[in-house]
């Protein structure tokens, strides 16, 4: 195992237009934020880890809501003008989006057949996109991924945006867009993510890996929002709602990463913090050894802590939504904690063993997430 064991948080880095920026007020917050328990001769005491990413100013979240606020008021060149397709066209291609969402999301699926029929459609076709891009990375043609296809893919997402779809799949999307006031940038910005993951393997701290987060699945909540809609009688101000969908995001790709080590080891990759590791006495080698120790164990139940601190911060949120909007979003709030679940189950063993939520374990969270979506909460968002 590494001996190196730091207490301090490296200095941190922000988010402009993908770039990295350094952050000094940040560096003052982890460091006050990381507390070490006072070292006994026996046990290793280990530290609380930062739980606070990088400021959403940073990530210009505030200029997406704004814009996605005004319904009927966006710009014209940043919304496209409503293009005419056949209907019967339309219609098939939704079909399609709808029939990829069945089959990849089966349970988050279940839970948007209470939507609306727009709403609905507008869901898959957004789910649809997403899936696409994540697959240009990760699917069975990542080998082909360079710069060149992720700037192709952003000119056609352009295009998309400007009512020249280039396929079905792509027009669902466009009709989406001329009848729900959705911002380009959290589309642009999970192409970025995605670039991320074609020329970075590590990441130093949390602050960097919160913008990945935030890059490939934060942007799906700001996506989102517009299309589920927010309540009438919520007086929660629309920024803490989108600020919550973000959180979901970050939850659930955390969630994601936890689940994955194994399999991301394999292919060389570790996508947890550097510095936590070492605080916890560990490094790369002790990922790629693919043993569970009492030093991973102890590691893996703060980052679960962590993972659990995003998803009550979505909560908040969720039941703020339209009320026939609710219930996929619990739906998912509630798999993906069962996920954390099944790793603790494994015993913290999530090189050898994948943290599995079965079928009946999924379906059994559906009436659990109806229940919450059919009621405004009491949570108060800050």
Not at 103 to 120: D, H, I, P, S, W
Not at 217 to 229: E, N
Not at 285 to 296: L, S
Request: charged share 25%; glycine share 4%.
């Amino acid at each position: 195992m590494c001996s190196t064991f730091s207490l301090s948080a490296k200095p941190c880095t922000g988010a402009d237009n993908g770039k990295f920026l350094h952050s000094k007020s940040l560096v003052t917050r982890a460091r006050a934020e990381v507390i070490a328990a006072p070292k006994r001769s026996s046990q290793r005491a280990f530290p609380r880890l930062l739980k606070h990413g990088i400021p959403h100013t940073d990530l210009q979240v505030h200029e997406i809501v704004e814009r996605q606020s005004q319904a009927n008021s966006l710009s014209k060149q940043d919304i496209c003008r409503k293009p005419e397709f056949h209907p019967a066209f339309l219609e098939e291609a939704y079909e399609r989006c709808r029939n990829i969402c069945a089959e990849y999301a089966k349970t988050f699926y279940l839970g948007t057949r209470l939507m609306t029929e727009e709403r609905q459609k507008a869901t898959w076709a957004i789910y649809v996109w997403c899936r696409r891009t994540d697959e240009l990375v990760d699917g069975p043609n990542a080998v082909l991924m360079s710069t060149a296809v992720l700037d192709r893919w952003e000119e056609r997402l352009q295009d998309i945006f400007d009512g020249r779809p280039y396929d079905m799949l792509d027009a669902a999307l466009t009709d989406t867009i001329s009848k729900f006031p959705l911002d380009i940038k959290p589309f642009r910005d999970m192409i970025e993510g995605m670039r991320m993951d074609t020329r970075k393997f590590r990441y130093d701290n949390f602050q960097e890996l919160y913008l990945y987060c935030y890059y490939v699945a934060g942007t799906v909540g700001l996506m989102s929002v517009p299309v589920m809609g927010i309540a009438a009688e919520s007086e929660a101000s629309a920024q803490s709602i989108y600020n919550a969908a973000l959180y979901l995001g970050i939850g659930n790709q955390l969630t994601n990463i936890l689940r994955d080590v194994g399999e991301d080891a394999l292919r060389g990759r570790v996508y947890l913090p550097q510095d936590e590791l070492a605080q916890f006495g560990l490094c790369d080698q002790d990922v790629f050894a693919r043993k569970v120790t009492d030093g991973w164990r102890e590691f893996m139940k703060e980052q679960i802590i962590r993972a659990r601190f995003y998803f009550n911060l979505a909560e908040e949120g969720a039941s703020k939504l339209e009320k026939a909007s609710r219930w996929p979003v619990w739906s998912s709030l509630l798999v993906y904690q069962k996920i954390l679940d099944a790793i603790e189950d494994n015993d913290y063993d999530n090189f050898t063993k994948r943290a599995y939520v079965g079928r009946t374990k999924k379906l059994l969270t559906l009436p659990l997430a109806y229940t919450k979506a059919q009621s405004m909460s009491s949570l108060i968002l800050q």
